[in-house]
């Protein structure tokens, strides 16, 4: 399952940074995840509760917030918010929704980023 | 007394892949090997397709076989008589970078020209996740219904080679070939879309020849 995989990528990262830091608790998580990754944040909020048991996030508020679809249109002028709605967004991503080329590159999306945590320190 | 700190963290997981990658990539062009990550579902024909390459070329491959928990591909590549590496995911639905670069260290990469690393069959997660191979080759095939491309379209579109294999079944299951072609165009215009079947040779030649382009174009 490539959510877990995913889940345990971003725990080692926030442990990572509150050992240097010198926490003893982590008490909020703040990711991004970009519209265009093949994640779905529901099930990356479960996984995440279910591994950060018995670790310094066991009682973090995890918060994920959804990263928009921003393209540079290379055949028009056009910098911005791709056309995602509707449920075959996948497809209209591609397109530059001033021009409707494909030819466009993609600036957002594609992140999955731990943002920042708030830590408890002695 | 306790104090609360916010902490500036700006780790991006999928940037990390990216860089072991690129670190791949680097040690692949150190020893000239030319790497293709082949993609496609479970059963596309994936692992008969790098079978029937090894069998036509003359260059000297290896394969990086990934698969969720069976060796059972890396046993026939090594029939082929051709160094092989067996990558079992366990939990996974799809190779990373970090996975690859085990790989290649158990890989004679100075005595191989060309490097298939088969993907664990499956159209969705790898789209996350560069290797940092070469090229990438989608194997698709008509029995998985031909709007398969329709459901999948990202991993269409970074794609540099697609085959739509099995062609020879399409009237049998009711499938339209053609559409297939149709919808990976509109998706991805560049891409070259092969049609092939490895039982009666269509399309076969056509598929060496696009790889032997991008080795030369490399």
Redesign the interface.
Known sequence: ??E???AQ??VD??LD??EK?NA?EV?EVTIEVGM????NPEQLKFLLDVIVEDTLLANAEIIIEDVPVEIDCRSCDYTGLANTDGSDH??SI?KCPQCDE?NVEILTG????????????? | MHKVAEVEVQHDIMVANKKLARKNQRILDKDRVFSVDVVGAIGSGKTSLIEAIIDAVDYKIGVIAGDVISKYDAGRFENHNVPVVGLNTGKECHLDAHLVEHALHDMPLEDIDVLFIENVGNLICPVDFDLGSHMRMVVISVTEGDDTVEKHPLIFQDADLVVINKVDLAEAVGADSDKMVRDVKELNSEVQVIKTSLKTGTGFDDVIKAIDGFITDN
């Open positions: 399952m490539h877990l995989s995913m990528a971003i990262t926030v940074a509150a830091n003893t008490v265009l990754t093949m994640l996948y497809l591609v494909r594609k992140e999955c980023n731990v943002k920042t945590i708030k830590i408890e320190k002695e």
